[in-house]
Antibody
C-alpha cells in the first residue's frame, strides 16, 4: 500500500522560508515521478511542482517558479520542497502525490504565511 | 494550460440517488483523467484514473467514462458517506490541472 507522509509545515512570516518533507513507502520510490499539489483554505487543488525519478528534470507552476525548489533523496525515499520568499498567497495545505496505479496522496501539511 | 470545466459546481441529492458529474477539457486529452473525492479537512481520495479505471479499494458504485474532451463520473446509490466534494484532473500535459470541484450535498 502506498504511503506518503508529509511534514515540515507551520507558521512562517512573509518573506520567510520553510522546507517540507514527504516520506514515501509501499512502492518503488526511485521509479516514479513525484509531485507537490497545494490547496488554499476553502479553495481548489493546484499543482505546484514535479520531479523526475533521478532528479534530473523538475517543473514548477508559474506562481512558485524561482522561489520553490523540489528535490528528492532516493536513498531515503524522501521528497522535499524548499520554499523561499513566502507570500500570504502561499498559505495552503501541501500534498505529496505520486502516480502509481492511480494517483496516491499524502495527508498533507499546512503552511501558513502570516505576520 | 488545459482548462478543466467541471459541472455542476454543486448539487443536492437524496440517499439512494444516482448522481452524474461532468468535466470538459479545453483540448483533447485522450483518457488522461482522474477523479477524486474530498471530505472537509481530509486529503483527496482517488476514485478513478485513466478515465474509467477504478482505484484500488474503491467501491464499484463509482464509475467513470469519456475520452477526448468530455468525461463523466457517476455515483450510484448515493449513501451518507458519499456526500463530499469531487474533483476531476487531467494529466495529459503539464501543468496538471483540476476542475473547480462539485459539492454533493444532502437534499
Amino acid at each position: 500500500e502506498v504511503q506518503l507522509v508529509e511534514s515540515g509545515g507551520g507558521l512562517v512570516q512573509p518573506g520567510g522560508s520553510l522546507r517540507l518533507s514527504c516520506a514515501a513507502s509501499g512502492f518503488t520510490f526511485s521509479s516514479d515521478w513525484m509531485h507537490w499539489v497545494r490547496q488554499a483554505p476553502g479553495k481548489g487543488l493546484v499543482w505546484v511542482s514535479r520531479i523526475k525519478i533521478d532528479g534530473s528534470i523538475t517543473n514548477y507552476a508559474d506562481s512558485v517558479k524561482g522561489r520553490f525548489t523540489i528535490s528528492r533523496d532516493n536513498a531515503k525515499n524522501t521528497l522535499y520542497l524548499q520554499m523561499h520568499s513566502l507570500r500570504a498567497e502561499d498559505t495552503a495545505v501541501y500534498y505529496c502525490v505520486v502516480y502509481s496505479s492511480g494517483w496516491n496522496w499524502g495527508q498533507g501539511t499546512l503552511v501558513t504565511v502570516s505576520s | 494550460d488545459i482548462q478543466m470545466t467541471q459541472s455542476p459546481s454543486s448539487l443536492s441529492a437524496s440517499v439512494g440517488d444516482r448522481v452524474t458529474i461532468t468535466c470538459r477539457a479545453s483540448q483533447g486529452i485522450s483518457n488522461y483523467v482522474a477523479w477524486f473525492q474530498q471530505k472537509p479537512g481530509k486529503a483527496p481520495k482517488s476514485l478513478i484514473y485513466g478515465a474509467s479505471s477504478l482505484h484500488s479499494g474503491v467501491s464499484s458504485k463509482f464509475s467513470g467514462s469519456g475520452s477526448g474532451t468530455d468525461f463523466t463520473l457517476i455515483i450510484s446509490n448515493l449513501q451518507p458517506e458519499d456526500f463530499a466534494t469531487y474533483y476531476c484532473q487531467q494529466y495529459k500535459t503539464y501543468p496538471l490541472t483540476f476542475g473547480g470541484g462539485t459539492k454533493v450535498e444532502i437534499k
